[in-house]
């Protein structure tokens, strides 16, 4: 047991499954991590709603009081992704209970709270990190790589951009994420928040900055109910309506301490992108692109290159020589690729369940053998075969 | 427990993992899906390594006669993913002890075989189903969608290309895959299957075809050890040498039934194309086209769109309107997006183990939260801002 | 005089009117160029066109009788675009004149009067060209050279697909296009001609081939007037129709001599598609792909690129290095760039014809000029600064 | 001859010739235009320089002096392109002569200057434009007319790029373009200014501004000659350095009067961009996108398209509803096709000269029509057909 981290998480909605996915995932494709995180405890403030969570996404036991959960001596490690205004009472508490911690991005709502957070982390002792997905993108790896080697050469410019559209439409209800109290902020804190770390990641400390921003629709139907991410908008055009507290878009400009000029844009008003996260980087050597809604892409760029054949490279990050990747699939699979077969036994198990057969069945086995061995007889005796010959 | 499937799977490489893969996401992703498999037994001819897939991949018990298995009560269905020229021996005696079947493609070596199969799993009134998994791709079910409900009009053509470049280095040995006997043919089989099967998904059945076939590399160095697909070439070139008796590479031509043409290609010797697996129709109506390196998309034209603004559509293929997308992420968060915290748990847990903070840490959550303030403050005070002051 | 080149030219229709442009860029943009074409004479049955023709591309003189034309002594070359069917005639008595041809292709409606003007030319010992004018551009050039240096290495495939369509609907009329007794044939002749050219161009000579063609719409209403291949469709259904003489579609596969496979496809119905004249070609050291709707770009692959940045780069075609592209505009500056100029002076004489200020008037110089200086006070003075300071 | 608008054009390098050639271009393409201009006078300090541009670009008289010039009553139009900070002088002398003006940007080195010369343009009554000729793209035109018809609706947000990688190299020279006395600024004005002129075209006035600057090489070699914008670093290390005066890199973002947020960047910094001009607009009912290196394309997004085929569609602005584009040449054939003709007869008159054959040659015409006629008979007689037999 002790290659075991016992895993308490607090929350269980978008981040609470996309944790609990990972936590199942990483035994399989990382068998020699050298630990293996044990889905323990899940916590939640709706009882049912939590049990129903622990069941679909495989823990062990759900309760209800996260001021329970982070006491037990069972527990190693606590995932904090619980709505972002809880953030820090949870983690000082976990903390002073010594326990590891995780928490999704924002740490806090404000730099004041993340830094307390951080000091009660660093008092108790204990592992902290924060929930900056992005930067563990295969892609995004070896453009770190490519900086850091040096192979870029020195850094001028960095300009990131996290578009969205999601609540272009006046009549998408007030959702949590647009209220400030809960929120925080708006695109500048769920989006900017992560070109900001890929920024410091990549490229390293910031300077100074100076920046705009704009609510474009300033007052939005209260919602009925609040079902996340995906809540749509009423159709009661009567509805009454609540002011919308935080930025629809923040755009700034930057200054790093190592003299690149970097240009940042969040917005959730980019008709057209679901969700452009995206990046490019300029060097003396080099350049490179990044957009994650082609996540196992990067474009790279060398001068070096010779003369006649210099231009952007699409690399797509899934070779063995890729961070990662060769946990997954065969070089050109791209991550994703598994999905086709859980969609597959998808229909493997509702065709059973409706005692009718799968698509495709063996019919459809048997009729693509007949093609490839019609093409076979028309390679060997030089002539068409039609599939009657079959 | 009626609501259950309990799998037992012959084979644990490179499509046992993917297989195993899905039935463990299907319960998380798709919890209302009317069965849910049961990871039961695993199959395999080496007992160490079939017990370290099933500690892996999370099957309850490994053994390694299938012959045993295929007979045992507690088994509702036989998933076959050992290599190919086993497939119907497995299938034939699995059908006869009543036991649903899932079948990896090729379904057989030949067309006679794989019609004995069929006709086995039909005499004994089973479910029967056959692992073309890329129809499964959420962009593929939307070009699908399209062709049946006829917005795409009546189709001329379709034209499928699936390459790879694994190969091409004449010193990468004589793996089985390049063996006749073992795996009945090359790209042909291999890669060309996929095609044959997604052009009768979408266009429907072939009326004749005509081909032509080439293998490069002649000869290859006989492999010291067989080590799947990524195996090495052997860096001696001395070594003893075996004739390759597969095609590098085939193409053909086709009519299909309803009057459109067709075109195919499959090869291992495309420079720079680790796995291309694409296809365009076009049909009076519109086109789409598919490449698999970009599995969330597919590119849409409708020759009914305005005059000025016809062209192809980049459809990201993460919408509530997609199939299978809502069971996923938010739209624009495309597949695969969830492996990013795969690799965040593992640095978490690597660095856990090592007794380092993980990166990013809570400092990371600081600085972040400090530039996020800082154009907060640019963005009231309206002037730059040093990090500085913060 | 002597590094002068006489021009007759036969046809002044979409090639009489590529070809004079180029008569007219040459000394503009090649002034070194040995020999300078003169655009003497042009050609055409119908007095009044063609001399509107004259007019508008700038020839000296206009004439209606070829016969004449060829015999003229000041006339060094003929330049033959008239309608297919009337080539061979032309060729052959202008060779008989012992002028030098530039002819169009098809060079002829079958192998049988090309030869003979082949025979002909060479008789006459004159010079002889035929305008497979794709191979003119220079990213097609840096395949070439590619190629011939060895840089691809040993070419396994070349894949090529010329596909439109303009004629898809229905009603689209019966044009000369679609007639085999003046056109030769459809797609075949018109499209796939380039692609044989430029696979001959690029790897070398075919030795085998087979095919398949469909003509998709067979009969069509006659067209009221023959109006080239902008024709539109009669909008009266009840038009008389006649019957459609030509391929619609034509798609071959073929063996080269050199060893490597070819796939071909002409298409006019693939929907979405205006002109995509593309092809890719396979090495054992890398691959290149060309589309001629992005004209300026080749994408490139070469095996030997360190393993973690390997994939297709996108060459843009306008440097230095690249044939040609020194003699138009600086890097990057795509071939196209000088037509927003001639747009330019459109609204420039419109407006002055008109007696109102064109646009972009000194106001926007002066409005432009505003924002930069307004930009350049703010970096300055450190704070944002309003246009009405200004 | 009323119909003839007679130019005197003061500059004879890179925009002389781009302007020469529209001149050249605009009776062949727009033969209906209401004015034709006439190629009279060309005008540089350079007596030589100046007479070889006549010759090369079509002009019919050369000279020295433009005060002289701009005297002529055989003159109706001015068009100065020569170095900016000789425009005003010119301009204001010219407009005194009651000659149309022309001015490339940017129009004055400051504002003053620049409102001066308006004022002086005014009081003369005559026509007056800048040379923004980005705006004259067919598809820049095409996302005009979306804007302006509503059917982007409300924008919210502009965001353009100018970026180029031409002066990377440290040991490039310290050309005029690097001296502000003679270039009045570096990226900001000579890049900054097109997009500065495209958001005013397409979104409207500004409002406010802030920005950021940088020279990041400070120091170059000097020229040993002035190359203009094509020089070349000079090879010695040792040469003596002069200081750069200009911006290499300038950013900034915008607030319009109209309410939409802007951000711009120009820089000379940008590995792998040779002249990437890039815009993106987004509105309340649907997106464009553009860059110049695809010039014939506009990326085009609507929110009304149905839910499962919403996604950015490629528009060729070169059909006949896209303005400019009929003149040119059919659908598809992308603004520059024309060039390949060019190179084309550069080959054949090449060939002549040298006195071998032109490639390709009719023997390449005769090669083409065998392999036309082996697939021909093979559709017929449904078989492999060699070259060999033909």
Redesign the interface.
Same mark, same amino acid.
């Given at each position: 047991m002790s290659?075991r981290?016992r895993v308490g998480m607090v929350g269980y909605k978008?981040m609470g499954? &996309?944790? @609990?996915? &990972?936590?199942?995932? /990483?035994?399989?494709?990382?068998?020699s991590?050298?630990?293996?995180?044990e889905m323990s405890v899940i916590c939640g403030r709706n009882e049912q709603g939590v049990q129903e969570a622990a069941?679909?996404?495989?823990w062990s036991e759900s309760v209800t009081d996260w001021r329970e959960l982070v006491k037990r001596d069972d527990i190693d490690?606590i995932d904090i992704n619980a709505p972002s205004d809880a953030h820090k009472e949870i983690a000082l508490e976990a903390a002073r209970q010594g326990k590891?911690? +995780?928490?999704e991005?924002?740490? #806090?709502l404000?730099?004041a709270d993340?830094?307390e957070?951080?000091q009660a982390?660093e008092d108790a002792g204990v &592992?902290? =990190?924060?929930?900056?997905?992005?930067?563990?993108?295969?892609a995004v790896q070896?453009a770190k790589? /490519?900086v850091e080697s040096g192979r870029l050469g020195k850094i001028?410019?960095f !300009?990131a951009?996290f578009?969205?559209?999601?609540i =272009?439409d006046p009549s998408f209800p007030l959702v949590w994420r647009l209220q400030k109290e809960v929120a925080g902020?708006g695109s500048?804190?769920d989006l900017?928040?992560h070109l900001?770390?890929l920024a410091? +990641?990549l490229v390293g400390? +910031?300077?100074?900055?100076?920046? =705009?921003?704009?609510t474009?629709i300033k007052e939005r139907p209260l919602a009925a109910e609040m079902t996340g991410?995906?809540a749509k908008g009423s159709s009661n055009a009567d509805a009454p309506k609540g002011e919308v507290t935080v930025d629809d878009?923040?755009?700034?400009?930057? !200054?790093f301490a190592g003299?690149a000029?970097g240009?940042f844009?969040a917005?959730r008003?980019? #008709?057209?992108?679901?969700?452009?996260n995206s990046f490019?980087i300029?060097?003396?050597?080099? @350049?490179v692109r990044f957009d994650?809604?082609?996540?196992?892409e990067l474009?790279?760029?060398?001068?070096k290159?010779e003369?006649?054949?210099?231009? +952007?490279?699409?690399?797509?990050a899934?070779?063995? #020589?890729?961070k990662?990747a060769e946990a997954?699939?065969? &070089?050109?699979?791209?991550?994703?690729?598994?999905?086709?077969?859980?969609?597959? =036994?998808?229909?493997?198990?509702?065709?059973?369940?409706?005692g009718r057969?799968?698509s495709?069945?063996?019919?459809?086995?048997? #009729?693509?053998?007949?093609?490839?061995?019609?093409?076979?007889r @028309?390679?060997t005796e030089?002539?068409?075969?039609?599939?009657e010959e079959?």
């Open positions: 290659n981290l978008f499954k &996309a944790h @609990s996915n &990972a936590y199942r995932s /990483l035994p399989m494709f990382f068998p991590a050298p630990l293996q995180p069941n679909q996404f495989g490690l590891h911690l +995780f928490c991005k924002p740490l #806090a404000s730099l993340s830094r957070m951080l982390a &592992a902290h =990190m924060v929930g900056f997905n992005y930067r563990f993108s295969p070896l790589d /490519l001028y410019h !300009r951009f578009l969205q559209d999601w =272009m902020s500048h804190g900017g928040a900001i770390d410091r +990641f400390e +910031f300077q100074e900055v100076i920046g =705009m921003s704009e474009f991410l995906s878009a923040t755009l700034f400009l930057a !200054r003299g000029l240009s844009e917005t008003f980019a #008709a057209g992108h679901r969700s452009t490019e300029n060097g003396s050597l080099g @350049s994650f809604e082609r996540m196992n474009e790279v760029y060398f001068t290159d003369e006649d054949v210099q231009g +952007f490279r699409r690399v797509l899934t070779d063995p #020589a890729h990662y997954w699939w065969p &070089a050109g699979h791209t991550i994703g690729f598994e999905h086709t077969f859980t969609h597959e =036994m998808l229909e493997l198990v509702t065709a059973i369940s409706e057969q799968p495709p069945s063996f019919h459809d086995g048997v #009729a693509c053998q007949a093609v490839l061995e019609a093409v076979e @028309s390679v030089r002539r068409w075969v039609t599939l079959m």
